[in-house]
């Protein structure tokens, strides 16, 4: 599977939107992008995937370049709560990679 | 549904000891997989299974065992546990993991391992 990279830390003020980018420049045509967060020392939480189209969910939206070889996870209103580790990982399924990570912090 | 259930919660062994760690979903998965995370890292892949009977490798596998026999649980065995498996454990399943895009990961609540 693909490998990504990502930003090791972000800050985002309270109310706005947060922006993660990611980048996974070998991804091949069967692999899907994931992202998954986690809180404090709690198991991984799903967010959202997709393949080629952009995606929306109650929880964040997914936007996948063209060329796929990058993606930017919003959270459109960050709260406090949303403060974590965010993943993204590219997948075909059945082996996920999760690297480090974007630590992710929402300023009050 | 209880979704996906480790046990234990926490768990201190010595060096050479062996023992087990359970993990069971009541969610019909085909798809259930092993995860350890040290301090300041990402959870790295132990083990995984498509499927009962089904068992392969993922980036950290020596020191493990696993087995499925059932759809539901998905055992890992530390054979003669050593200081460098101190580490949280994760496991998680999914729908069927054969990339039909449907494998949203579901992960239990870990367990904390420490071997003195």
């Known amino acids: 599977d693909a490998k990504t990279t990502q930003p090791p830390s972000m800050d985002c003020a309270e109310g706005r939107a947060a922006n993660l980018p990611c980048n996974h420049s070998?991804?091949?045509?069967?692999?899907?992008v994931y992202w998954y967060r986690q809180i404090h020392s709690q198991g991984p939480q799903y967010i959202i995937h997709g393949l080629k189209n952009n995606e929306t969910n109650e929880m964040a939206s997914l936007i996948i370049t063209e060329d796929r070889k990058s993606s930017t996870l919003i959270l459109p209103h960050a709260t406090l709560r949303d403060t974590a580790v965010y993943y993204c990982i590219a997948s075909t399924g059945n082996q996920f990679y999760f690297g480090t990570g974007t630590s992710l912090t929402v300023i009050p | 549904n209880a979704g996906v259930t480790q046990t234990p919660k926490f768990q201190v062994l010595k060096t050479g000891q062996s023992m087990t760690l359970q993990c069971a979903q009541d969610?019909?998965?085909?798809?259930m997989s092993w995860y350890r995370q040290d301090p300041g890292m990402g959870l790295r892949l132990i083990h995984y299974s498509v499927g009962a009977g089904i068992t392969d490798q993922g980036e950290v596998p020596n020191g493990y065992n696993v087995s499925r026999s059932t759809t539901e649980d998905f055992p890992l065995r530390l054979l003669s546990a050593a200081p460098s498996q101190t580490s949280v454990y994760f496991c998680?399943?999914?729908?069927?993991?054969?990339?039909?895009?449907?494998?949203?990961?579901?992960f239990g609540s870990g367990t904390q391992l420490s071997v003195l």
């Open positions: 998680a399943s999914s729908y069927d993991g054969q990339g039909s895009g449907s494998e949203k990961l579901f």
């Open positions: 969610m019909n998965h085909e798809y």
């Open positions: 070998t991804i091949s045509g069967n692999e899907y």
